[in-house]
């Protein structure tokens, strides 16, 4: 058991430098839009497209102007250089899980009533259906532009049938 604990220090040590900050991360920052207006409050999360060891998803959240500035371990720190695919989501979600008792037992069930609403197209928000990708060279890049188009089907649906067709 000590050993792991050691060696998971270690990893920690060599992937960090003094201030916690991960090293090799370059800046990466940008607008997104969809049907030309920019977009509030919706998540970015960049993929690594390769199994390098160095590759680690990014994320961040875009303003009212829909900038953003991608994170990977702090906020704003960066992302490290390479071909990522781009997901992009903005949801409503209503409902809530709530335990209900069963006449017959003393035990109790638990009720799903969660609906999301998408507010951009499910493609986006989906790593297998996304067509955005972005190349993040050695120097970063501040001017990515992420420009959405489509239709929204903004009925609510559970999470488990979000994504069916």
């Given at each position: 058991?000590?050993?792991?604990?050691?060696?998971?220090?270690?990893?920690?040590?060599?992937?960090c430098?003094?201030?916690?900050?991960?090293?090799?991360?370059?800046?990466?920052?940008?607008?997104v839009?969809?049907n030309?207006?920019?977009?509030?409050?919706?998540?970015?999360?960049?993929?690594?497209?390769?199994?390098?060891?160095?590759?680690?998803?990014?994320?961040?959240?875009?303003?009212?102007?829909?900038?953003?500035?991608?994170?990977?371990?702090?906020?704003g720190?960066?992302?490290?250089p390479?071909?990522?695919?781009?997901?992009?989501?903005?949801t409503?979600?209503?409902g809530?899980?709530?335990?209900?008792?069963?006449?017959?037992?003393?035990?109790?069930?638990?009720?799903?009533?969660r609906q999301?609403?998408?507010?951009?197209p499910?493609?986006?928000?989906?790593?297998?259906?996304?067509d955005?990708?972005?190349?993040?060279?050695?120097?970063?890049n501040?001017?990515?532009?992420?420009?959405?188009?489509?239709?929204?089907?903004?009925?609510?649906?559970?999470?488990?049938?979000?994504f069916?067709?």
């Amino acid at each position: 058991m000590k050993k792991w604990i050691l060696f998971s220090f270690l990893i920690l040590i060599v992937g960090c430098n003094q201030s916690g900050q991960l090293e090799g991360l370059v800046p990466a920052s940008g607008t997104v839009t969809f049907n030309g207006q920019p977009i509030d409050q919706a998540m970015i999360i960049f993929s690594p497209q390769t199994g390098e060891n160095t590759a680690r998803a990014a994320s961040a959240t875009t303003d009212a102007k829909g900038n953003f500035t991608m994170m990977t371990l702090n906020p704003g720190d960066g992302v490290f250089p390479g071909d990522y695919l781009v997901t992009v989501e903005k949801t409503e979600i209503t409902g809530e899980y709530r335990q209900e008792p069963t006449p017959d037992s003393d035990k109790s069930k638990l009720i799903d009533t969660r609906q999301i609403k998408d507010l951009l197209p499910v493609k986006y928000s989906n790593i297998n259906t996304t067509d955005l990708s972005v190349s993040i060279s050695e120097k970063g890049n501040k001017k990515i532009v992420l420009e959405l188009s489509g239709e929204v089907n903004s009925k609510p649906k559970h999470p488990n049938e979000r994504f069916k067709k």
